[in-house]
């Protein structure tokens, strides 16, 4: 079945066709870097990273671009709140960024272009507007003419004059219309500067992401995304941009997230419900909040609620268990059964739901279902008398390929056996054989101690650090 993606620009599903067969050309919108991000800048790094992961597993040759914005009033105003110079500040939440989205289990883009990285290349794009009769220079300023492209508003799906609703001239600006958005902002006293044809200062917020994904993508691009809320302006102005300067169509697929609140309230720092994400995965496991995000599709909004972490959380340790004992089984003797033609199909046919939850606009609620499913057979293929290495490893295969898109683990390392801890299990074991039944409960108090928690199945004891 060929990928459906649902197109923010066309508001229906379409089915992928790419520019290039067999390549996927992928920009998303990255943070403003000031601060650390929180849980709603996570979420697109999670959909987005899956979307690539899956496209990956498909087959794909997958370029996944991603920006720092690193210049901006955001970041100068925390610099200078903090007496701290604007790089320093910058390459140090930069890092952090990289801590966070590493411990969510996101693999890093192929590029992550940084704004200040591109200056030249974003004053030149100016220039060519300004010839063309896009953009004009106003006191220091750029503004580009939005009445002059005449596409606008086609991925808000707004006519131009609603649009003018609500829009208005800030003190300072010399714009010939309200609708006009700056593309080059003319130095202030004190502030981060470059020098240009229109004077010192820096980089509107819309022109960067319209000058690093052509410099990284080409003219033309399979996919842009981001998050519900840059669907207007900046993905709108994006748009304008690159279509004027290019003459071709800039992204053909538009993908954008839903919102998360905060126990049903929108996330807002006025309401004190503002969460980092450095903060919340010092309390939850990063691959629980992971998991969470991907248990809803990524198009609906996202309730983010103690009970529905722990929900999550249970469910991710279900499917953590049935993976363990089937780890655990593979190293006993297995015997040849009558019946792994039988689940080897039943295998295959989960694969294929799947496949087609992922292959429905990442549909990865109906993907964790199928995982889900995978876990309840390979439960009752466990209780069978005898089992197939065979079968047992088609079971791991299939969880580890479920896991690879999803950027899920099923196993943590330090989950795994050291030689010390399972000595003492062993040990607990021939006292339970021996019916020394105090060695064998003074050997559990030990481990406790240790923060291992011993759980006795029918496939043998296993162990756990405790949550």
């Given at each position: 079945?060929?990928?459906q993606?649902?197109?923010?620009?066309?508001?229906?599903?379409?089915?992928?066709?790419?520019l290039?067969?067999?390549?996927?050309?992928?920009?998303v919108?990255?943070?403003?870097?000031?601060?650390?991000?929180?849980?709603?800048?996570?979420?697109?790094?999670?959909?987005?990273?899956?979307v690539?992961?899956?496209f990956?597993?498909?087959?794909?040759?997958?370029?996944?671009?991603?920006?720092?914005?690193?210049v901006?009033?955001?970041?100068?105003?925390?610099?200078?709140?903090?007496?701290?110079?604007?790089?320093?500040?910058?390459?140090?939440?930069?890092?952090?960024?990289?801590?966070?989205?590493?411990?969510?289990?996101?693999?890093?883009?192929?590029v992550h272009?940084?704004?200040?990285?591109?200056?030249?290349?974003?004053?030149?794009?100016?220039?060519?507007?300004?010839?063309?009769?896009?953009?004009?220079?106003?006191?220091?300023?750029?503004?580009?003419?939005?009445?002059k492209?005449?596409?606008?508003?086609?991925?808000?799906?707004?006519?131009?004059?609603?649009?003018k609703?609500?829009?208005?001239?800030?003190?300072?600006?010399?714009k010939?219309?309200?609708l006009d958005?700056?593309?080059?902002?003319?130095?202030?006293?004190?502030e981060i500067?470059?020098?240009?044809?229109?004077?010192?200062?820096?980089?509107?917020?819309h022109?960067?992401?319209s000058?690093?994904?052509?410099?990284?993508?080409?003219?033309?691009?399979?996919?842009h995304?981001?998050?519900?809320?840059?669907?207007?302006?900046?993905?709108?102005?994006e748009?304008?941009?690159?279509?004027?300067?290019t003459?071709?169509?800039?992204?053909?697929?538009?993908?954008?997230?839903?919102?998360?609140?905060?126990?049903?309230?929108k996330?807002?720092?006025?309401?004190?419900?503002?969460?980092?994400?450095?903060?919340?995965?010092?309390?939850?496991?990063?691959?629980?909040?992971?998991?969470?995000?991907?248990?809803?599709?990524?198009?609906?909004?996202?309730?983010?609620?103690?009970?529905?972490v722990?929900s999550?959380?249970?469910?991710?340790?279900?499917?953590r268990?049935?993976?363990s004992?089937?780890?655990?089984?593979?190293?006993?003797?297995?015997?040849?059964?009558?019946?792994?033609e039988?689940?080897l199909?039943?295998i295959?046919?989960?694969?294929?739901q799947?496949?087609?939850?992922?292959?429905?606009?990442?549909?990865?609620a109906?993907?964790i279902?199928?995982?889900?499913?995978?876990?309840?057979?390979?439960?009752?293929?466990?209780?069978?008398?005898?089992?197939?290495?065979?079968?047992?490893?088609?079971?791991?295969?299939?969880f580890?390929?479920?896991?690879?898109?999803l950027?899920?683990?099923?196993?943590?390392?330090?989950?795994?056996?050291?030689?010390?801890?399972?000595a003492?299990?062993?040990?607990?074991?021939?006292?339970?054989?021996?019916?020394?039944?105090?060695?064998?409960?003074?050997?559990?108090?030990?481990?406790?101690?240790?923060?291992?928690?011993?759980?006795?199945t029918?496939?043998?004891?296993?162990?756990?650090?405790?949550?």
């Amino acid at each position: 079945m060929t990928i459906q993606i649902f197109n923010t620009l066309t508001r229906q599903k379409e089915p992928f066709i790419p520019l290039e067969e067999g390549k996927v050309k992928m920009y998303v919108c990255g943070p403003t870097v000031y601060n650390f991000i929180h849980i709603g800048n996570a979420r697109p790094v999670i959909v987005y990273d899956t979307v690539r992961r899956y496209f990956e597993y498909k087959g794909f040759d997958v370029k996944y671009v991603s920006n720092f914005t690193d210049v901006d009033d955001k970041i100068i105003k925390a610099a200078n709140e903090l007496g701290e110079d604007v790089f320093e500040l910058t390459e140090r939440f930069i890092n952090a960024y990289f801590e966070d989205i590493t411990a969510l289990g996101c693999k890093k883009a192929d590029v992550h272009p940084r704004v200040t990285n591109h200056m030249q290349d974003i004053i030149d794009f100016i220039g060519v507007l300004i010839e063309k009769g896009f953009a004009y220079e106003s006191q220091g300023d750029v503004y580009y003419r939005t009445r002059k492209f005449d596409g606008y508003g086609k991925l808000s799906h707004q006519p131009i004059d609603d649009l003018k609703v609500g829009a208005r001239i800030e003190a300072g600006e010399k714009k010939e219309d309200p609708l006009d958005f700056a593309l080059w902002k003319a130095a202030k006293p004190g502030e981060i500067k470059w020098e240009s044809p229109f004077g010192e200062g820096r980089p509107g917020w819309h022109i960067e992401c319209s000058v690093m994904a052509r410099e990284h993508l080409g003219d033309t691009i399979d996919i842009h995304a981001g998050g519900q809320d840059l669907t207007f302006p900046h993905h709108e102005n994006e748009i304008a941009q690159s279509e004027a300067y290019t003459g071709k169509e800039f992204a053909r697929y538009w993908m954008h997230n839903g919102y998360i609140n905060i126990d049903n309230e929108k996330m807002s720092k006025s309401l004190g419900n503002f969460v980092l994400v450095n903060d919340i995965r010092q309390q939850i496991n990063p691959q629980v909040l992971r998991f969470f995000m991907l248990s809803v599709h990524y198009r609906h909004p996202i309730n983010f609620a103690q009970d529905l972490v722990e929900s999550a959380q249970a469910g991710l340790e279900r499917l953590r268990t049935a993976y363990s004992n089937i780890q655990y089984r593979l190293t006993a003797s297995a015997n040849l059964s009558n019946n792994g033609e039988v689940y080897l199909d039943t295998i295959d046919d989960v694969k294929k739901q799947f496949e087609i939850a992922m292959d429905d606009d990442f549909n990865t609620a109906n993907a964790i279902s199928a995982l889900f499913e995978l876990a309840r057979i390979a439960n009752t293929y466990l209780n069978e008398a005898n089992t197939e290495e065979r079968v047992l490893k088609m079971f791991i295969e299939t969880f580890d390929a479920f896991g690879e898109v999803l950027g899920i683990k099923f196993l943590e390392e330090d989950e795994l056996l050291d030689e010390e801890i399972e000595a003492l299990i062993e040990e607990r074991n021939m006292a339970r054989k021996n019916r020394d039944f105090a060695r064998s409960d003074e050997i559990r108090d030990q481990l406790l101690k240790m923060d291992i928690v011993l759980e006795d199945t029918r496939q043998g004891t296993r162990w756990k650090r405790g949550l």
